[in-house]
């Protein structure tokens, strides 16, 4: 006889207060958890329904494929950044390489990563700061394959989702480093000009 055994969604509690401890920390008011900064960037990119949006020509290769895979066009401009950066026009932040206790932009979306060479290293992981109630209610559902959490059993499925979301392990141990948070945490990175580069040009087309 097969056993029926249901996932256990106490197990994301502390994905939740993960969420809710980062959010006091870059003073959002909530944050949603998902499995890297590209992925953030890509659901924001999708809910707003991105056109045509500008980037640094010099920036990590998966945000212009967020942005294309979201159905966006990509433009570069060739200027400094340090930290954090804006999708211009949209309000949406790559903030993969800072960490600012209260640096919240109000009405914008502010995704962060905590990869391996990042500020928390937990392994893989990101989120996305929002003061969007609406917005978080998507994300949730687009994160997790379209589900609410409730048992699979229950769940009334009302859109398509992407499998996206954070596990409960990387969230533990985000929760441990970001006791050791300082109030500013800035990494700079050396990245390749991608604007000489053919391919992602050619998607705009």
């Known amino acids: 006889m097969t056993e029926s055994r249901p996932v256990p969604h106490e197990a994301y509690k502390v ?3 993960f969420e809710k401890k980062m959010a006091d920390y870059i003073g959002s008011k909530y944050a949603v958890a998902v499995d890297s900064c590209t992925n953030a960037l890509f659901l924001c990119c999708k809910y707003l329904n991105v056109d045509e949006i ?10 212009p494929c967020s942005v294309i895979n979201a159905g966006g066009k990509v433009r570069f401009e060739d200027f400094y950044w340090e930290g954090i950066y804006q999708l ?7 903030g993969a390489c800072s960490l600012v206790k209260n ?15 990042k500020i928390l290293r937990i392994g893989k992981g990101g989120m996305i700061f929002t003061d969007s109630g609406d917005a978080v209610e998507w994300f949730k559902l687009a994160r ?45 990175l050396i990245y390749p000009d991608l604007s000489k580069y053919e391919v992602y040009t050619k998607a705009n087309r």
Not at 155 to 160: L, V, Y
């Open 15 to 17: 994905v939740r207060d």
């Open 54 to 63: 500008t980037l640094p020509s010099k920036t990590y290769v998966s945000v």
């Open 88 to 94: 211009k026009p949209y309000p949406i932040y790559d």
């Open 103 to 117: 640096s919240y932009v109000a009405g914008s979306f502010h995704c962060v990563s905590f990869s391996a060479n």
């Open 144 to 188: 997790y394959e379209g589900r609410s959490e409730v048992s699979i059993l229950k769940d009334e499925f009302k859109m398509i989702g992407w499998n996206m979301y954070m596990m409960p392990e990387q969230a533990a141990r985000g929760l441990l480093l970001s006791t050791y948070l300082q109030d500013s945490n800035i990494i700079n």
